[in-house]
């Protein structure tokens, strides 16, 4: 079974979402999106102050098999990368919803996270891909 | 359609991730592909290959059939209990398959092939019998077990009987012995020691469950790819296929040129190559900063496309990117390879990247 967050927000592309401020929110990927990944072994995080409208790649994690590219669901600026996922981006796979988060965005308008999924939403697309 | 092996429920029971891999649901890994990686290189696992073809070749002319099929010549194997490794090539010389031939004894042969090519070789093979007296045996009732890391001979006793386990011990590579107790060779695609293991299917379950029970835990298809790229092996189908010469993909080693009258299947494509010489050939990559190589990444010298990534992977045993690449010959001393738009410096680096434990690449900083 999945673990999932009652605070946090999903995409459709397993991402998850958490406001931290008025106009920041960092992302990871979800507990399901790590397992199908396998262990992970290598994270770019785009270079702080990168320009990125909503939809478009911000990151991408490597797991042995295979790349992923990791969206971001609001426009914004990369404003951090997670420093730890350098050395080792096996915490992904440890704690994916929290030492292993990605990134943060500095958004460019206040945080609205009303088009995402909640954890039950999220719950309900992942037993139907089933 | 999905076959299964009979390891299937086993794996379910194990917590295997499942996967197709050429038309079998196959292990991938059993929770950490990484960790799987570790215990072959630093002390031993199991692996159910039985997707993979066996297939007897029996009959007074099977050792003259195979040296017209195979690029590596069986009268080079001058006892039973001998195996070599042989591509099987098309007339212009392009790689059908790549595959181990056990010699047992005079006029009875077995072939292991890759899952993917045992009915297009089977095929093959059969229709360059014509008047000779041959008899193929497709063992579909045989699984196929293999045992790898530096810790095999000590786990051979688990299974075998102490005088059996002892023979086996006493093995050289791509040597086998076969009784009631087994087929069992020294062989392997980790770069380890270890023993490759036919089966018939409830003496298969009995011996995958018995090495499990004991502490030996199952290896998945993931760590076999990498522990394999590591040793520098190449994989049918990526490193090399039909349009591909054993020459231009690192097996010139494997073509037996003498004696100059055997006139096996290709021999007349691969000399006039020799000749001309290679106009590419499969090497291998080290990346020397963060990220991974992947098959079919291009490789540039400037803006100039000089070759292609076949296998590229995160090698777990030296803790950066790998790959086997065809590139184009003579190749310049220094390339880049386009990963994501962005051109990243690459190093030769002739394989094996890793031998028998031993790591034989300096570090990429």
């Known amino acids: ?130 | 359609m999905t076959q299964k092996t009979p390891l299937y429920g086993l794996h379910e029971r194990l917590g295997a991730k499942l996967i197709d891999f050429s038309g079998y649901l196959m292990p991938l890994h059993y929770g950490s592909q990484l960790d799987e990686h570790h215990h072959v290189r630093r002390g031993v696992g199991i692996f159910d290959v039985s997707h993979m073809g066996i297939v007897d070749i029996e009959g007074e002319d099977a050792g003259a059939l195979l040296r017209r099929l195979l690029a590596n010549d069986v009268a080079k194997l001058r006892n039973p209990g001998r195996a070599l490794y042989s591509c099987l090539l098309n007339p212009a010389g392009g790689v059908l398959d790549d595959l181990i031939v056990y010699y047992r004894e005079p006029g009875r042969y077995r072939l292991v092939l890759n899952a993917s090519r045992k009915e297009a070789d089977t095929d093959w093979m059969r229709s360059e019998v014509r008047t000779l007296r041959v008899r193929f045996e497709p063992r579909a009732d045989l699984g196929l077990l293999a045992l790898q890391g530096p810790g095999a001979q000590e786990a051979l006793k688990i299974v075998f009987t102490p005088g059996f386990a002892e023979r086996l011990a006493a093995l050289k590579p791509f040597a086998f012995l076969e009784n009631e107790e087994g087929f069992v060779a020294r062989t392997g695609y980790t770069g380890e020691d270890g023993f490759e293991i036919a089966l018939p299917q409830a003496r298969l379950t009995q011996a995958f469950s018995a090495w499990v029970d004991a502490g030996v835990p199952p290896i998945g298809l993931g760590a076999r790819d990498t522990l394999r790229l590591e040793a520098g092996l190449n994989l049918y189908g990526q490193d090399m296929d039909e349009t591909t010469s054993p020459l231009e993909s690192n097996l010139a080693w494997t073509v037996a040129w003498d004696p100059a009258e055997r006139d096996f299947i290709g021999r007349k494509a691969l000399e006039q190559e020799r000749q001309r010489g290679v106009t590419r050939l499969l090497t291998g990559v080290v990346l020397a900063g963060p990220g991974v190589l992947r098959s079919h990444q291009e490789l540039r010298e400037g803006e100039r496309n000089i070759g292609l990534i076949t296998s590229g992977s995160f090698a777990p045993t030296l803790g950066f990117s790998i790959g086997l690449a065809r590139v184009q010959e003579p190749r310049p001393a220094h390339a880049k390879v386009v990963i994501r738009d962005r051109a990243l410096e690459v190093r030769w680096q002739p394989p094996p990247f890793v031998k028998q434990g031993r790591v034989l690449v300096p570090r990429a900083d």
């Open chain 1, 1 to 130: 079974m999945n673990k999932l967050s009652k605070d946090l927000r999903y995409t459709e592309s397993h991402e998850w979402v958490r406001r931290d401020s008025e106009q920041e929110i960092t992302i990871g990927i979800t507990d399901h999106a790590q397992e199908a990944l396998g262990d992970l072994v290598y994270a770019e995080i785009y270079p702080v102050g990168k320009r990125l409208d909503a939809g478009d790649v911000c990151a991408v994690v490597e797991s042995v098999k295979a790349a992923s590219d990791i969206y971001t669901p609001l426009a914004g600026t990369v404003a951090a990368g997670n420093p730890v996922l350098a050395k080792s981006p096996e915490i992904i796979n440890r704690d994916p919803y929290g030492e292993g988060w990605l990134l943060k965005v500095k958004t460019a308008h206040p945080v609205d996270l009303s088009g995402l999924l909640d954890a039950a939403g999220y719950e309900r697309m992942l037993a139907e891909a089933h």
